[in-house]
């Protein structure tokens, strides 16, 4: 769609130069002669750019600019005007126009300036856009579930997103954590200012201090420049803590003291840095366990159970699996430019299946049944066999190969599932090499 141009210009001449080098370069053009039918266009319809002479018959350009500047806030306003009315030019640019070109002006010109104007206006129409659908998309009603436990999530995320308070998310790894700490924020008053995620079990105890509150120069060996940390890139917004229960008890009182004073101090330095930011935290671990084992701080415990959100599993909601296997499959068709269904017969083997790994398994699960799906309905042969063919429990007759197969298999998701389907992090755990976790999961079976 041709961008649309509004000149405003008595002299003919001009008029139509102007009009038939825009027309040249593609946008579709309106010209008029006269301020007062300049008024009635932008009434009456949609610019992207007006073009106006400062001095006109009936309504002034400065008129002109107003009237667009309620009617058209995002279309950029051009002033046009002779040499010696150039203190009227700046002042209207004070008052809101994007630039002004002193006549008489060469073509070329006045295409570039053209050119710009409407850059900078499509870039600001395509971020409106953008936060617009990322609210919509972080609204509390796309959180897919209507089950009676996910209504009750809703309604808490509602009233908490309207609070500064610190907020403890809580539930087994793939219930959707990450989603639920970015709606909060998104749905908040900061939600103009960044969200930074850390997940604090990926990060290597050495690395945890330095990524978090950053570094002075000179503080260790290779800090050769000042680096700011994740605190400093949240200030004004939110800092989303995942895998809380991970961090060293060290870490946990640096982290209270942010909580408390608002203050925390980077490696190397000698002062205090003051921060704004809201902490949303989450683990899978039970907390108050790992607080009497004395691997988490209670009060650091308490500060951050302000307002605690528990997600619910999804074996627990199992209505909310067709709601989120539509949801996938649309998502995933769009994206592999199919047109795939899930058939009853896989439906009812999905709705019968536990989910250790919550909707992130389901998730992966439907990617992985659309990619390689042979026609247009997935049918039970056509998904992960620990789903069509579940594992029996071994009897006290089976070979000591079965029974050593068996716990090697059930260690491997475990890890898989603590690590978030991080190989290299499982592979670490797990004491072997990352291609020796890639052979073992391919001879297990395995599809997370």
Known sequence: MSKSI????????????????????????????????????????????????IRLPGASGVDILRRSLVELPLTPVIMMTAYGNIKDAVSAIRSGA???????????????????????????????????????????????????????????????????????????????????ASTIHYQSARKDKPIIRVNCAALP?????????????GAFTGAGARKPGRFDLADGGTIFLDEIGDLPLLTQTKILRVLEERTFERLGATGSVKVDVRIIA????????????????????????????ILPPLRTRKDDIPLLLYAFTRRFNDQLGTNVSF???????????????????????????????????IRPADLPVHITKPRQKKTSLASLHEIIADAERGHIINVLQLTKGNRSKAAEILGVSRKTLWEKINTHRLDL
């Not at 009497?292 to 959100?309: C, H, M, Q, S, T």
């Open 282 to 309: 989450a683990t899978n671990k039970d907390l108050v366990a790992e607080v009497k084992a004395g691997r988490f701080r209670e009060d650091l415990y308490y500060r951050l159970n302000v307002i605690p959100v």
């Open 343 to 377: 058939g009853p017969e896989a439906v009812n083997l999905l709705m019968n299946y536990a989910f250790p790994g919550n909707v992130r398994e389901l998730l992966n699960i439907v990617e992985r049944s659309i990619a390689l799906a042979n026609d247009k309905t």
């Open 6 to 53: 509004l000149i405003v210009e008595d002299e003919k001449i001009l008029r139509i130069s102007l009009t038939d080098a825009l027309k040249a370069e593609g946008y579709t053009v309106f010209a008029v002669a006269d301020g007062n039918e300049a008024l009635a266009a932008i009434d009456a319809g949609d610019f992207s750019l007006v073009i106006t002479d």
């Open 98 to 180: 994007f630039d002004y070109i002193t006549k008489p002006f060469d073509l070329d010109e006045m295409l570039a300036i053209v050119a710009k104007a409407l850059e900078i206006q499509s870039i600001t129409e395509e971020n409106i856009r953008l936060k617009k659908e990322l609210n919509s998309f972080y609204g509390a009603p796309n959180i897919i579930g209507e089950s009676k436990a996910m209504q009750a999530v809703f309604a808490l995320l509602g009233k908490v997103s309207r609070t500064a308070s610190t907020v403890l998310i809580l539930g087994e790894s793939g219930t959707g954590k990450e989603l639920i």
């Open 205 to 217: 105890a050495e690395l945890i201090e330095s990524e978090l509150f950053g570094y002075e120069k």
